[in-house]
Every structure is written in C-alpha cells, then in structure tokens.
C-alpha cells in the first residue's frame, strides 16, 4: 500500500536548526491596518530569510475564491502565480534561528494543515510559537500601541504583560495552530496589535513596529525596528497636523485622550470628574470621519 503524498515540498532538505522560533502570520482572518502583515514583511527582510517549505495549494486553498495572478505579456500568458501558505527560514541578527509562516490562511482542512505544521515544527526543534495580528480599538494614536494575547497555556497568559481579553468571537488558523503545537508540548501564543478606529483602513507603522518588537523580546531575538519607527514619526506627524487644524477635533481627541486613559487606570490631574466624556467607540467614529474628509478632500 502506498502512503498519501505530503501535503507540502521542501526545498531541498529539512535543516538541522538550533532551537527556532516559529512565527505566524496568515493572510484572510483580522489584520487592521494590515500592521501585522507589514511586520512579517519587515521580518522576511530583517532574517534574510528564504523559502523552505510549500504547502500544497490544491489542498488547503480555493482558487475560485482566492484565483492565481496570471501574469499577461504583450498577449502573452508568460506564468501563474499561485498563491499559498509557505515557510520560510532564516536568522537573526545574532545568528538564532527563525521559522516564519506566512501567505494566505487556508479556505479548508483546518485541522489537516494544523496537524501537518505540528508535526514539522516537532521534526525542526521549534521551542516556541507566536502569532501575530491585529484589530481596530478604541486608542488614540497619541498613544503607544497595546497589544492583547491569546494562548492555549494560562501560565503564559498570566505572564504576559498583554491585555488579557474574555470573548467569544470566530477564529482564524493561528488560533488552531495555538492549539495543535500547545498539545504536542511546544508554548504558542498569538500577539495582537490594537489599533486606532480611525486609522484602521490606512497603513500604521507603529503598531507593525510594536509587534515585531514584542516578538523580538518574548523571542529573544535581535531585529531592527528603526526603519518601522521612521516611518510611525512621519505619520504621527501627519496625524497631529490633521488634527490640531481644527479646534473642535483637537478637542475631541483630547475626550479620546482622557476616555482611554479612565479605562486603563491613568488619571490626569487635569480631568474634570464632572465632565461627560463620550465613549471611546463614541469619540473614535467621530475621528475616523474627521480623517476620511480630509483624505478625500471634503470639508468637516
């Protein structure tokens, strides 16, 4: 009897590897601002990393719903460009060891495409996984980005410095992986950024930064987030300009300011105890129309 074919192909052989981490990001489930995706991007550039392994598109993903690019030259079908899940491979900048997991998150066999990372992050040493994403919040961009975390292990919440939320909500395959590697013994955690309302539809470096970051600490590894950083301060610019040229926003922001800072504990010396301050889903919405009729160039 012949065994089924392997849902995946290497490139070449599986390598031996010191002890990787193995870091998550599946296009398709929440991604606000697409933060989480622009932080693989800048950790595919940072390890140099390479492909290493191809998982198999005809059997994860539905091209009818996420079709190939063909690439049209001068009427000339030159190639198609499939698109699915693949991990690539590279190091830090001390030289550690570092998986990643990205493209797009697979339309079926969930728990096939689980049990196939499971078992290839037993066979390459992976001592820890982490996830990444990100959601629209109720935070003022004056703020720093917070981040919550999911795990299947309470220890690793607990030890966390993260929001810890208490939901019920559909999952994405990064929340299966949490679990197929939790049962076979390696820590997984998924880290996810909180995104400003308001800036939910344009990119934010800020938050992309944070999570690589974060990533990097709890990973113990080496990666610069400078370029990341550069580019928060040109949009944190951007956005106090927005802002700040209306009285009434500027205001309101400030209301944003003081409704976040209630709800995690920081008081200001200067909060009217008797003001009303709407609330933050309140203020966010206002802001977020504020900055859409700027970008499209109507008044206020």
């Known amino acids: 009897m012949t065994s089924a074919p392997l849902p995946f192909t290497v490139k070449g052989q599986l390598p031996t590897l010191d002890s990787p981490v193995l870091i998550v990001m599946l296009n398709g489930w929440i991604d606000a601002s697409g933060a989480a995706n622009a932080a693989?991007?800048?950790?595919?550039?940072?390890?140099?990393?390479?492909?290493?392994?191809?998982?198999?598109g005809d059997a994860f993903i539905d091209y009818r719903a996420r079709r190939p690019l063909m690439e049209l030259r001068e009427g000339v079908n030159t190639r198609i460009i499939w698109s699915c899940p693949e991990m690539r491979v590279g190091n830090d900048?001390?030289?550690?060891?570092?998986?990643?997991?990205?493209?797009?998150?697979?339309?079926?066999?969930?728990?096939?495409?689980?049990?196939?990372?499971?078992?290839?992050?037993?066979?390459l040493g992976v001592e820890k996984m982490i996830g990444m994403g990100a959601y629209p919040y109720g935070a003022p961009h004056t703020r720093a980005v917070g981040l919550s975390t999911t795990s299947p292990d309470a220890d690793i919440a607990?030890?966390?410095?993260?929001?810890?939320?208490?939901?019920?909500?559909?999952?994405?395959?990064?929340?299966?992986?949490e679990h197929a590697l939790h049962d076979i013994g390696i820590p997984a955690m998924g880290m996810w950024a909180q995104i400003p309302h308001y800036v939910a539809s344009m990119a934010y470096p800020a938050a992309s930064a944070a999570l690589v970051e974060a990533v990097s600490l709890e990973a113990g590894l080496t990666l610069d987030?400078?370029?990341?950083?550069?580019?928060?301060?040109?949009?944190?610019?951007?956005?106090?300009?927005?802002?700040?040229?209306?009285?009434?926003?500027?205001?309101?922001?400030?209301?944003?300011?003081?409704?976040?800072?209630?709800?995690?504990?920081?008081?200001?010396?200067?909060t009217n105890d008797d003001a009303v301050i709407p609330s933050v889903d309140e203020l966010a919405a206002e802001v977020e129309q504020f900055l859409r009729d700027q970008q499209s160039g109507g008044q206020s």
């Open 93 to 123: 900048e001390d030289g550690k060891d570092v998986l990643l997991l990205t493209g797009p998150e697979p339309d079926m066999a969930w728990q096939h495409f689980a049990r196939t990372v499971a078992g290839l992050a037993q066979q």
């Open 40 to 56: 693989m991007e800048h950790l595919k550039n940072a390890i140099v990393s390479r492909d290493l392994i191809t998982f198999d």
């Open 158 to 177: 607990a030890r966390l410095s993260f929001t810890k939320n208490s939901v019920d909500v559909p999952a994405g395959v990064e929340a299966i992986l």
């Open 225 to 270: 987030t400078s370029a990341l950083r550069r580019e928060a301060g040109v949009q944190r610019e951007r956005l106090d300009q927005l802002v700040s040229s209306n009285p009434e926003h500027a205001e309101m922001l400030g209301k944003l300011e003081t409704a976040y800072d209630e709800i995690h504990g920081i008081r200001s010396s200067t």
